[in-house]
T-cell receptor, first 113, second 113 residues
Framework: DTGVSQDPRHKITKRGQNVTFRCDPI?????LYWYRQTLGQGPEFLTY????????KSRLLSDRFSAERPKGSFSTLEIQRTEQGDSAMYLC???????????FGPGTRLTVT | QKEVEQNSGPLSVPEGAIASLNCTYS??????FFWYRQYSGKSPELIMF????GDKEDGRFTAQLNKASQYVSLLIRDSQPSDSATYLC?????????????FGQGTELSVKP
């Protein structure tokens, strides 16, 4: 299996701009997760999908964040009107049906200036 | 009280020694437990998972789970400098084992040659 892939790997944007990240899960993994990680902390859950259904969204996620997985394959995470506090590593993970182990992609490092 | 707690370290051990990493969790209903290794600037890599009380061994790694004490540990035998990384403990959401993982802040391990 090829692993989880994420694009872009790095993104620098100015405050107030919108950004979109893409995640391609391991093939045949039907669950897909988004996490955010800041320096010195463990990953923090944002949202997850089973197939195309978004099953849970963190209460910490503001309305500026939205995620989609329209055909149950790749997913996108959009951040509108970025703020400096959004600077972090955005991680995508996937898991196959019937298993609990999650496998992470390389992440997208976002810097908001 | 944090849901998942780890000593942040750094934990320093000499090459060839046993490194012992510890994690406690607050939700007695948690069912699944994971250890991830994260090199600086990289994404987390799953190295062990354990679902039942007792020990689980994989090569130089042993995961130990004690649900009564709400304690999970990772032992690394014959530690190598390449084991130097941050080790993240994660537990699943007790209401949805296929859902989000809750991470500790990680323990930094340094193996000295």
């Amino acid at each position: 299996d090829t692993g989880v892939s994420q694009d872009p790997r790095h993104k620098i944007t100015k405050r107030g701009q919108n950004v979109t990240f893409r995640c391609d899960p391991i093939s045949e993994h039907n669950r897909l997760y988004w996490y955010r990680q800041t320096l010195g902390q463990g990953p923090e859950f944002l949202t997850y999908f089973q197939n195309e259904a978004q099953l849970e969204k963190s209460r910490l996620l503001s309305d500026r964040f939205s995620a989609e997985r329209p055909k149950g394959s790749f997913s996108t995470l959009e951040i509108q009107r970025t703020e400096q506090g959004d600077s972090a590593m955005y991680l995508c993970a996937s898991a196959r049906g019937g298993a609990y182990e999650q496998y992470f992609g390389p992440g997208t490092r976002l810097t908001v200036t | 009280q944090k849901e998942v707690e780890q000593n942040s370290g750094p934990l320093s051990v000499p090459e060839g020694a046993i490194a012992s990493l510890n994690c406690t969790y607050s939700d007695r209903g948690s069912q699944s437990f994971f250890w991830y290794r994260q090199y600086s600037g990289k994404s987390p890599e799953l190295i062990m998972f354990i679902y039942s009380n007792g020990d689980k061994e994989d090569g130089r790694f042993t995961a130990q789970l004690n649900k009564a004490s709400q304690y999970v540990s990772l032992l690394i035998r014959d530690s190598q400098p390449s084991d130097s990384a941050t080790y993240l403990c994660a537990v699943n959401d007790r209401y949805n084992q296929g859902g989000k993982l809750i991470f500790g802040q990680g323990t930094e391990l340094s193996v000295k040659p």
